[in-house]
C-alpha cells in the first residue's frame, strides 16, 4: 500500500480526502497535541480490527475515541452526570480522557470487551478539523507499532506505519510528547489510569470549583490506580498500562541521582563499567556533570535545565527512537523531581521504557 503524506499547517481544506476516507472505514494517522493516533471510524466492527492488525497490538486493549464536537458523546455515552460534564468542560478540549458508561451501539472492539469507553475531545487544530469533516467518533491508539513509544513526529509515524495505512497527515511535532491522563468516571472518585499533564492537583483544584461538597467527599480520594502493585494475573483498570511500552534495542540506565543531577558520585557509579560508546537524554546539568568527568557520550539530547519539565516531556519519545535508529548500544537518562502532573508522567514513561523487560508488549 502506498502512504500519502499530507502536510497540514493552515490549509485544512488539504482534509477533505482523508476525511472521507475515515468515514468509509479506512486508516487515518492524524496529529494530536499529545501524540499521534491511528484513527477509524470507532463505529464500524470491521474497520477497527485492522488498527489491531496494523499495530499488532492484543484486542484486549481498548481503543480512545476521539470527538470533535459536544454533541457526539450522546452516540457514545448515556447522558452525563453533572460533575462528568462539569469535568469535561474544565478540561476540554485537551490532553485528558474520559472513562465512562459505553452504549450498546460502540463496538465491543473498541472497547476490548468492557462495557465502558474511553473518550477525549483533542485540543489540535487538524485533529479536530478532520474529526470534525469526517463527521463521525473517530477511534485512535497512538499511532505506533507495539512495543514502540508513541510517535510524536512525522517521522516516527513512517517508520512505524509508512505503507500500512493509506494516510499520514503531518501537523508538525506534538507540544506535549506523552499521552493523555485517563481518567475513570465509572463510581465514586475519580480514578486516573494513566497519568498525563492533567494530575491529582488539577482535579482536586476542579472539583473545589464545582462544589465545596464534592471537594470535602473526596478530598485525598483521588485515586492514582496506575501507582497500584498487582497480584498475579491480575489486570490493571486501564489494560494498556500492563503492557510494555518501550523497550528500546540499547539497555536504558536511569542514574540514580534523585533530585540532584549535578551529584558526580551518581553518574560516575553509572559509567563505571560502561565500556562502549554511549548515549545520553536529560538535562543541561546532568549532560555538564559527564563532563566533568570527563565521561563523553556519543550521542547527546538534552533538552534544556532540569526544571523544564515541558521540553522534556515533549522530546523523551523522539529522543529514544532517534538514538535507537543511530544504533545507540546503552543510554543514560535520569528521572525528574515529581512536582509537576506532567513529571509524574514522564517518569511513569522512563520506567516503563526501562524496567518493562519483564512486560508483554503493547501498542
Ligand atoms: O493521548 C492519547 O491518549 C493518545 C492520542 C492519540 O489521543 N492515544 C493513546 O491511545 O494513547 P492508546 O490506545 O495508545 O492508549 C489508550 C490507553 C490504554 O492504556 C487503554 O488501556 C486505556 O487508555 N483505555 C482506553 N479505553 C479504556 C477503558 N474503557 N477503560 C479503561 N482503560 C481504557
Ligand atoms: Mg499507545
Not at 51 to 64: A, C, E, H, M
Not at 128 to 148: K, Y
Not at 254 to 278: I, K, M, N, Q, T
Amino acid at each position: 500500500m502506498k502512504t500519502r503524506v499530507i502536510r497540514v499547517l493552515d490549509d485544512l481544506p488539504k482534509l477533505q480526502e482523508p476525511a472521507e476516507a475515515l468515514r468509509q472505514g479506512q486508516l487515518v494517522v492524524f496529529p494530536t497535541e499529545t501524540v499521534y493516533g491511528l484513527g477509524v471510524h470507532a463505529l464500524r466492527t470491521e474497520a477497527i480490527a485492522q488498527v489491531y492488525q496494523v499495530k499488532g497490538r492484543p484486542s484486549d486493549n481498548p481503543l480512545i475515541v476521539h470527538i470533535a464536537d459536544w454533541c457526539q458523546l450522546q452516540e457514545l455515552t448515556p447522558p452525563l452526570s453533572p460533575l462528568a460534564r462539569f469535568l469535561m468542560e474544565r478540561f476540554w478540549p485537551g490532553p485528558a480522557t474520559f472513562v465512562l458508561p459505553k452504549l450498546e451501539q460502540v463496538p465491543l472492539a473498541v472497547s476490548g470487551g468492557l462495557n465502558t469507553v474511553g473518550i477525549r475531545m483533542p485540543a489540535h487544530p487538524v485533529a479536530r478539523a478532520l474529526i470534525r469533516r469526517a463527521g463521525v467518533p473517530v477511534a485512535a491508539p497512538s499511532a505506533n507499532r507495539s512495543g514502540r513509544p508513541s510517535p510524536t513526529c512525522l517521522q516516527d509515524c513512517l517508520e512505524d506505519l509508512e505503507g500500512r495505512v493509506p494516510y499520514i497527515i503531518d501537523g508538525g511535532p506534538c507540544s506535549v510528547g506523552v499521552e493523555s491522563t485517563v481518567i475513570a468516571l465509572t463510581g465514586g472518585a475519580p480514578r486516573i489510569l494513566r497519568p498525563g499533564q492533567i494530575g491529582v492537583q488539577e482535579l482536586e483544584a476542579a472539583l473545589q470549583e464545582y462544589s465545596a461538597t464534592e471537594e470535602k467527599r473526596w478530598k485525598g480520594q483521588i485515586e492514582e490506580a496506575y501507582r497500584k502493585q498487582l497480584e498475579e494475573g491480575e489486570t490493571p483498570e486501564a489494560p494498556g498500562m500492563k503492557y510494555r511500552h518501550y523497550a528500546p534495542q540499547a539497555e536504558v540506565r536511569v542514574v540514580d541521582c534523585g533530585l540532584h543531577p549535578e551529584r558526580e558520585a551518581s553518574w560516575a557509579e553509572a559509567v563505571h563499567s560502561l565500556g562502549v560508546p554511549f548515549g545520553y537524554v536529560g538535562c543541561q546539568e546532568g549532560a555538564a556533570c559527564l563532563q566533568k568527568l570527563g565521561l563523553n557520550p556519543q550521542w547527546s539530547f538534552v533538552y534544556g535545565h532540569l526544571a523544564e519539565v515541558e521540553q522534556a516531556t515533549r522530546f523523551l519519545f523522539a529522543s529514544l527512537r532517534a538514538l535507537d535508529r543511530l544504533g545507540c548500544p546503552v543510554v543514560l537518562t535520569h528521572a525528574l523531581p515529581e512536582k509537576t502532573a506532567l513529571a509524574v508522567a514522564y517518569n511513569n514513561r522512563l520506567f516503563k521504557a526501562v524496567g518493562g523487560g519483564s512486560l508483554p508488549e503493547e501498542g
